[in-house]
């Protein structure tokens, strides 16, 4: 019997690491489909960045309540998960609790801090589920944002659930292996006298005194299987799930726009064309290209003036859309979005990640080069959410990750401007007059200080 565990364990753990594999090579493949951007200078303010907002959870405590308890599911995410190595080794050796003889003075102090942190991880859980049902939290309602019906309230309720149900199988795990130790209970009484009653799992063993030691143990395997397979299988689900943030939220970080909030970047193929129209030499900036050694100029090559599908845009704002945990808070701080326009920063980036996904779908199913006649702008995003958008980055602030929703916008509103000339005649109207008298205003230049003039005649 326990080699046939040994047997399906080994099984389960190979499936699990198989299929994560094949999920993270078409990720990583979905991500390098976006434009080459060199995001790997100033290697030490981005380690900086990522330790305070990443790890230090900087941007979650403006709300220092809801930081806490986002600190907590944090926190108890990675450290209860350190166990996970040791039911791996029982696992596949067939021991139990084998750290527990080595680390003897130590061991019960771990697994107390892992049973605290795992009642504060399910009391939180319970928290946001609360916040989402019961005080419906406006950001995470369904009925007032149209990106959220459907899969992602869903996507949410499973794996808010699952913690809870992962939790109690922790906990009541350890509270039926304290009874069988103490009656001493096969293998489990070797470690009698070795690991005491745990802190917060001692006070469920009552729940177990009135169980034969045959029932016992079939509960205590049953929790701990539960338990192991539970986070194999949320291993899985995550890189399906808005929850992938738990894996690249860090590099997500890292490789964040270091400029000051506000500078917006120059179009290359802009920068290129006013260089070849001035007789200027081209510019890394622009392509990287120069003047070869007779002194001649390329010849200028017609590129894609902003962003119609995923492919046009950076591959770091493909891993942003991968990385964006719906919370909601760039939406909600949109003025835009506030006063009832279509824009939702939020659903930005939703829309690209579901458009990599839509391509991750046809590699699968037509082959690698397989292509459609789909695109993220018109398909996913519409233009009257682009022109919704004012610039004024409050969604880039309010990410706890770092994610640029307004990066996305831009290219893509350029590209309708550029290439489709679909700007709004308002826009047209202000294009002309910047062109042609230096300012937004359809008034002379000479005459742009006549309102000195009146205001000194006034006086």
Request: charged content about 20%; proline content about 5%; some cysteine.
């Amino acid at each position: 019997m326990e080699i046939f565990q040994q047997i399906l364990f080994v099984a389960a753990l190979a499936a699990t690491a198989w299929y994560i594999t094949k999920r993270i090579k078409l990720i990583a493949r979905a991500i390098n489909l976006g434009r080459p951007e060199n995001r790997f200078d100033h290697a030490d303010e981005r380690l900086k960045t990522m330790l305070l907002v990443a790890f230090g959870q900087k941007k979650m405590f403006a709300n220092p309540l809801v930081g806490v308890m986002h600190f907590v599911i944090y926190a108890g995410f990675i450290i209860i998960n350190l166990e996970i190595l040791e039911i791996i080794l029982d696992g596949i050796l067939g021991t139990h609790r084998l750290f527990a003889p080595y680390i003897t003075p130590v061991y019960p102090i771990l697994i107390d801090m892992f049973e605290v942190l795992a009642f504060g991880v399910l009391a939180v859980c319970v928290v946001f589920l609360c916040r989402r049902f019961i005080a419906r939290v406006s950001r995470l309602q369904a009925s007032r944002h149209r990106e959220l019906r459907g899969w992602p309230v869903s996507d949410a309720t499973i794996i808010l659930t699952a913690e809870i149900l992962l939790m109690i199988a922790f906990l009541t795990w350890n509270a039926s292996d304290s009874v069988l130790r103490d009656r001493g209970v096969g293998h489990y009484g070797e470690l009698q006298g070795i690991v005491p009653d745990f802190l917060i799992s001692q006070y469920l063993k009552p729940l177990f005194t009135g169980f034969s030691d045959t029932a016992l143990v079939a509960y205590e395997r049953t929790s701990w299987w539960l338990h192991i397979l539970g986070i194999l299988a949320f291993a899985v689900y995550v890189t399906y799930s808005k929850h992938l943030h738990i894996a690249l939220g860090f590099p997500n970080v890292y490789f964040s726009d270091l400029q000051p909030k506000g500078e917006m970047q120059n179009m290359p193929e802009i920068t290129k064309e006013v260089q070849l129209a001035l007789g200027l030499p081209v510019t890394t900036e622009a392509d990287g290209a120069q003047a070869n050694d007779n002194g001649e100029q390329p010849p200028a090559e017609v590129g894609r003036f902003g962003a119609k599908d995923v492919q046009d845009l950076k591959w770091i704002n493909l891993m942003n859309a991968y990385s964006c945990t719906e919370c909601g808070r760039c939406t909600a701080a949109c003025p835009a979005n506030i006063t009832g326009k279509k824009l939702s920063p939020r659903k930005i980036m939703m829309d690209t990640r579901d458009r990599l996904e839509e391509i991750q779908q046809g590699w699968q199913t037509n082959g690698p080069d397989y292509r459609d006649e789909k695109s993220l702008l018109n398909d996913y995003i519409t233009a009257e959410e682009l022109n919704a958008c004012t610039t004024c980055q409050a969604c880039v602030n309010a990410c706890p990750i770092n994610i640029n929703p307004l990066d996305i916008i831009l290219q893509l509103r350029r590209y309708r401007v550029m290439e489709e000339s679909q700007a709004p005649a308002s826009w047209n109207a202000m294009f002309s007059n910047i062109e042609n008298n230096m300012a937004p205003w359809k008034f002379s230049p000479s005459d742009r200080f006549n309102w000195a003039d009146q205001v000194n005649d006034a006086n």
